[in-house]
């Protein structure tokens, strides 16, 4: 507040810095032995380190194998479909990769006290999926074929699915991931707010040129960030669908997710807080028979000093975390930065972060997804928006004055069009629209109104029965299929 | 090149960048979007019925000076009928308060709103200078927050209005939500994005000014002249609080909207009720009757530490058992006169009957 710009300032107190760790140097766990890391102030040896953190793994992961969690306590371990595990080569997921590996691929390693009796893997059949960005970030130009050669050094346990981002606009992929077919050609329209989707006289150009002209048009380094982060993460979903999986698991550590956390809220995501952390996600197929895959991230009360550990210690080959990093003007590498930096000094705040947001839910629940994240969409987010930040006079509400420096009546200036949202923008979580018209002063001012879109975007605005007012219509009937999201084309 | 039109009424030029919106508009259209704005939070959150009379928390600094011009203004506007104040809490901060005080005694004037000071000294017996005598800068800002906030509420029983409104702007409430969430505090995390909150007893409180961007407090200030102390408080926030900031300025700077993003993040999630059955129930302070979680109130709790000389006791746990195994709290202490509020009818009867307007 105003006087110290401090408000609730009782609390800070609380945020102490702490000793490095309690007490002796000898492990907590066997007491004996001299201790080799330290895990948030307790020491422990390596021998008791790498059952340590299969535990935590597994008491991850286990409790959300099977369809439900009575079924699990009667017949242990068994998932009703197959594993995608989603594999970019850095750190996380390697270690995953290893754990999977060490815990249900090679039964003779399994621990005392496991929650699997059967023995085995819970899964048929597990497939390893890496996302090749490289056409959008030319510093991974060429690794394919180390990723492939760290999945096949397992031998023929994992199966080996590669996948580039360009697939995200590829018909041929979204017809091979049981997609169902789309005709028309659409682009997306960002000149105004309330974004349209409207037709393109053709869409003839290459998946990865719609991919880099995607990219180019989203207007702030934060956006690219987290577009490319929502294309992967869909991508991923969809090739679990299209592999039986009943899971897909991603390598996100714990000090991972706390950044994750922290930089979805600052971009507007609080309404899928629960989300970051886990998943369920289905695809909601017109014939009702929807497949739904369960996202978890099984390192998630793991931290990057203890994957680092477990890495060296087991020998594994890391190829190294290649994201793309819009700098300063990039809210998730400045929330990286800032995360990092402070765990150094407060090292309890990762995992202070990661255990507030899971005990958050949403405050309700809602059945419209994001068109392009996927993810649920909170309601009236248009008109909170209206409401808070006014950048239109066409959106003032009816009881409000108009400005009194013009000669107005009834609110609204000479350009008297209704307030109206459009079906893209209502389709839309906030956080999604945001990525969309949210601009930085040094951002990228070019508005765009052919901005190539996701096969999902596309398959849905074609087929989807909310897009297209619930009514029945022939499949090439196109102008009315999507009328509603048009301007005139002319325009 | 020709002048650039302001973007929202298309016919004066564009005097400035809007710090919320990245938009480039004329000085009128600024004006009336701050203000408009403003009024959609109080319309929305209806935080006011008319005939409510209203502290505004006045510190002579940009944000309260803003509000209390604001409030106004919209008053006369919007016709609240509302019966403003003005209430200052004199810390006893040698070279910033006295100074910013004055501030505000011309704002009584300008504005034309009653004015009551209280200071910490006449309340606590403790003026902010000697507790950081005692305490040091450390922690210094727990207890000017703690104090401020009981000392407000008091103030407000003492001028018999049922309502205080605060300067909290949207960069103070964005930041609350980050450290709330860092350092796991959940209680103050759910009720950090209230616009409103009200205790069992206690005054209600609410902060008009949640949605707006401080930079467009003070060019508002700048571009309406108003009379305002510009010093910041020579007490420096705790370390970690500045780590905070300093991030979320970082943000701004990378997309102007991550302020209300963040924002609308903590409106749109709240504590599972599980979690919510376990945190503590409201009672009253068994010294003072101001409202608490234990039975001693966070700011009884402070003040008995710096009487004791142990002014970490009401900080950490760990100090708290020293005290308390050094005896029991002795008689000639200095503590907090009984918060005894004037109740303006039972509490659970004014709700379920409101006078028509
Ligand atoms: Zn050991
Ligand atoms: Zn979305
Ligand atoms: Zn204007
Ligand atoms: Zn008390």
Redesign the pocket.
Known sequence: MSSCGNPNAEADALMTRRPKYDRSKACVKCKSKTGNIVIRHAVYCKDCFFPLISLRFRRTLEPHVNPTLDLHRRKGLKASGNLLIGFSGGLGSTVLLDLVQKTYLAPRERQDGDQNPNGGCPWPKVVVAHIDTSSVLTEVQGESCRIRGVVESYGAVFEYLPLRLEDAFDQKWWRSVGGPDFVHPTGLDIINEDMFLKLLSSNRTSPSSALNAYIASLPTQTAVASGIQALVRVLLLYTAVSTHASHLLLGTSLTSLSISLISSISQGGGYSIKEEAQEEWSDNNEDGTDRTVRLVRPLREVGTKECTLWAWWNDLTVIGKHRYSGGRQDISALTRDFIVGLEKDYPSTVSAIARTCNKLTTKESTNTKCLFCERPVQSGIQEWKHKISIRSYRDLGPDIMS?P??NLEGGSSGDSRPTHTGPVASNLCYACHTTWTSRSIRGNAASQNDIPIPVWVASRSDHHNDLRNGRKVEENDLQYLIKDFLLDSGS | MAPKL???????K?MLRRPKTGQQ??R???FYVFETEVHNTIVEAKLFKSGDSVAIGASGGKDSTVLAYVMKTLNERYKYGLELFLLSIDEGITGYRDDSLETVKRNQQQYDMPLKILSYDELYGWTMDAIVAQVGRKNNCTFCGVFRRQALDRGAAMLGVDHIVTGHNADDIAETILMNIMRGDIARLGRCTAICTQGEDTIKRSKPFKYAYEKEIVMYAYFKKLDYFSTECIYSPDAYRGHARAFLKDLEAARPSAIIDIIHSGEAFEVKEEVKATQHVQQTCQRCGYMSSNPLCKACTLLEGLERGSAESGLTERARKKLEAEGPTPENIRTIPFFNKTPSGNPGLSIAVEIPA
């Open positions: 400005p420096h013009m | 302001c973007v929202l009424c298309e016919t004066a564009a508009i004329c009128d259209c600024f």
